[in-house]
Structures are given as structure tokens and as C-alpha cells.
């Protein structure tokens, strides 16, 4: 059976930086929908809220002054869920109750001063100012003995359990792996050891050539739906180059990462013309002092939406319980994103 024919019926595909299937129904997406219809969200339309507590002069909950910052700023969370404190403990009860203390540091970064300036609608300028700081938020704690893992994550909309629309994103530092970056990092140095290739390297090179799941690129970063996605809307941000982590990418890189981000984010905006929601994270280099050469520089979108601004796609049923599974292929989602356009819906002129 040839390779177009076995993707039109049901399908299982292999994510190989987690090392799982995904089952791919693409016969099912005319299936009717009868189910939960919530209420789309349009970005905010007040540049300055006096009830936000990360808008410039504000106070936040715990009563800190947000100063009357200009352009970002980045402050300790007032309620973290890690803590840098405390001696390593470890407690294992016949194997089955095993536990360990994690430590870490959690940060606050908000990207603008302006309450309503999302990235898809910010400038050149603007955008590299938030990859310099999101490249001082990787090196910092990377600096620090005990941290092993930066994570750098956005939750964006309510949808996503984002606390407050003003444009910003978190930092985790922690003692240890997480688990999907210990993952990837197995697999990133299993194919390396085999192939003395980079995973990563290698797939871009596949997807750029056979083109269909390229939804954007520039001379430094592509954005594809990777073969693999689970949610509908799925994406993977990838560098060209062989860099591990953000700081290592050169100037010129941090301005076209800035790019690159700016514009898949206006695609997703004006799928359904709503400020779409999504979670969205890099995977980097662990910061155990080791080189990590094996490690390939990415972030990874993954939005809820499925079929409009208010029918989204939830883990349930079969995929609790045994396998993520999608309707829409990850060829279709990657045609809509590509017809998406890159004039913001709210910018384009009227009819
Ligand atoms: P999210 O929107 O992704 O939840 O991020 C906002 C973070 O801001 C959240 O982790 C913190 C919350 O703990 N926060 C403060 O640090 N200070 C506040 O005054 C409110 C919220
Ligand atoms: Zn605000």
C-alpha cells in the first residue's frame, strides 16, 4: 500500500521524540457536533486595566508594587509552585511509595507594558525585546548549580487556564527533568549515538522537502504540523541551524525567531478571527553542565481549537485510556494554517 492511500483510512503514526503512536481517524471529521458551544474571545481592547495586577503601577495579590515598567519585566511569582529552598530529601517505602523533594525557581514575564499587546500583534522591535528576555530568563538559572531544566511557557486565553489576558509567560527552574523533556532528550541522544545525526535536523530536512506540513519558515526557523500531531492545530517550532537553546542563537536568529512566532500566531488568530488560545513552551538543552550536542532547539504550540472559536478538543474516552487519537490530518490542519493568511483579521481593511 503506498503512503497516500494507508494516511486516507484509520492510521497510527509515531511521534519519535516521545517514542508513542497517535491514531489518526481522518474518515471521521464529518461526524455531527451536538456537543459544548462556549463564547469566542477577541483580545483586549483597554491598553491599560487598573484591576490587572501585571499592568504597570498595579499592585498584585500579595501586595508588591508592579513598578511602571516600559518595556518587559520579569519578577519572582508570588505564588510558586516550586521552592529554591531545602535540603534533598527522598523517602521510598517498598518501592511503591517513592517520593523526592523537587526544588526550583518560578518567574513571571510579562512581554509589554500595554495590557492588550499580544505577540501576533506586536512589532519587529518589540518581539526581539521578549526573545532577549526570554534568552536572560533561560541563562540565568542556567547559571545556578543545582538547576538541570529551564522550562519557558506561555498559556494563552482562558481556554488554557491563562489567569489574566495581559501578554505573559512563566519560567520554571527546576532540580531535575521534567518528564516529556526527559523523554525527548532520551530520544534526541539514542538517534544521535545510532546515526551520529541530529532527530531533528533529520525531520526538518524531510518536511521541508515533501512541503505539505510547512505552514511557515524564514532563513532560521521553520513551523510545521508535525507528522505525529496530536491536537488539531498542533505546530512545532524548529531552528535550521543546529542550536540546543536560545542562547546560542545569534542575533540575527533571535530577530527572525521573533518573525516566525509573530506570524504563526496571526495564522492561528485568524483561523477562526478570535484571540486563539493555546499553551506553548521551548524545549532546550537540560542545564546539568553537560554539552547536551544532542539537543535540537524547539517550541511546541498546542492549541485546543478544533472546529471554530468554540468547539475545542478535549483528552477523553479512548485516549485516557489508550491512545491520543485526531479526525482532522495534520495535512488539513497544516492547508488551513497555510490559507490562514498573515494580515491580522483585525488589521485588514474593510470590504
Ligand atoms: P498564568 O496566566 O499562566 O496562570 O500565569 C500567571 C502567573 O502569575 C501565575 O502563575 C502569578 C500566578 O501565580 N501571579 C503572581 O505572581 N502575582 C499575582 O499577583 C497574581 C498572579
Ligand atoms: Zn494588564
Known amino acids: 500500500m503506498n503512503f497516500q492511500e494507508l494516511i486516507a483510512s484509520p492510521h497510527k503514526r509515531f511521534n519519535p521524540l516521545l517514542q508513542e503512536w497517535v491514531l489518526v481517524s481522518p474518515q471521521r471529521t464529518q461526524r455531527p457536533w451536538q456537543g459544548e458551544v462556549g463564547k469566542p474571545s477577541q483580545p483586549s481592547s483597554v491598553t491599560y486595566d487598573p484591576n490587572c495586577y501585571l499592568c504597570p503601577g498595579n499592585k498584585r495579590a500579595g501586595g508588591v508594587q508592579t513598578p511602571r515598567y516600559t518595556e518587559t519585566y520579569v519578577f519572582d511569582n508570588d505564588f510558586p509552585a516550586l521552592l529554591p529552598d531545602g535540603d534533598s530529601q527522598h523517602c521510598d517505602e517498598e ?87 526527559a523523554r525527548e532528550s532520551k530520544s534526541l541522544r539514542d538517534y544521535a549515538v545510532e546515526k551520529r545525526l541530529c532527530l531533528l535536523c533529520d525531520y526538518l530536512q524531510v518536511e521541508l522537502q515533501r512541503g505539505e506540513r510547512v505552514v511557515c ?33 545569534r542575533g540575527g536568529e533571535r530577530d527572525l525567531l521573533g518573525d516566525v512566532l509573530r506570524r504563526i500566531t496571526i495564522r492561528y ?83
Open 217 to 249: 519558515q524564514n532563513e532560521a526557523f521553520a513551523v510545521v504540523v508535525p507528522f505525529w500531531a496530536i491536537w488539531p492545530f498542533e505546530t512545532l517550532v524548529l531552528s535550521k541551524r543546529h542550536v540546543g537553546s536560545l542562547d546560542h542563537l
Open 95 to 181: 518501592g511503591l511509595l517513592v517520593a523526592e523533594r523537587e526544588r526550583g525557581i518560578c518567574r513571571v514575564l510579562c512581554f509589554s507594558p500595554r495590557h492588550d499587546l499580544t505577540i501576533p500583534r506586536m512589532s519587529a522591535r518589540e518581539l526581539r525585546g521578549v526573545v532577549d528576555a526570554w534568552t536572560e530568563q533561560f541563562s540565568a538559572p542556567a547559571q545556578i548549580s543545582w538547576i538541570r531544566h529551564v522550562e519557558i511557557f506561555e498559556n494563552r486565553g482562558e481556554l488554557m487556564g491563562a489567569s489574566n489576558p495581559h501578554p505573559h509567560c512563566q519560567i520554571w527552574a527546576n532540580a531535575t527533568l521534567p518528564n516529556l523533556p
Open 269 to 351: 488568530d485568524n483561523l477562526f478571527e478570535t484571540a486563539f488560545p493555546y499553551s506553548m513552551g521551548f524545549h532546550q538543552r537540560p542545564t546539568d553542565g553537560e554539552a547536551h550536542e544532542e539537543w535540537h532547539l524547539h517550541a511546541h504550540y498546542f492549541p485546543p481549537l478544533l472546529r471554530s472559536a468554540t468547539v475545542r478538543k478535549f483528552m477523553v474516552g479512548y485516549e485516557l485510556l489508550g491512545t491520543p487519537q485526531r479526525d482532522l490530518t495534520p495535512e488539513s490542519a497544516a492547508g488551513r494554517l497555510i490559507e490562514a493568511g498573515e494580515t491580522h483579521y483585525l488589521d485588514r481593511a474593510p470590504l
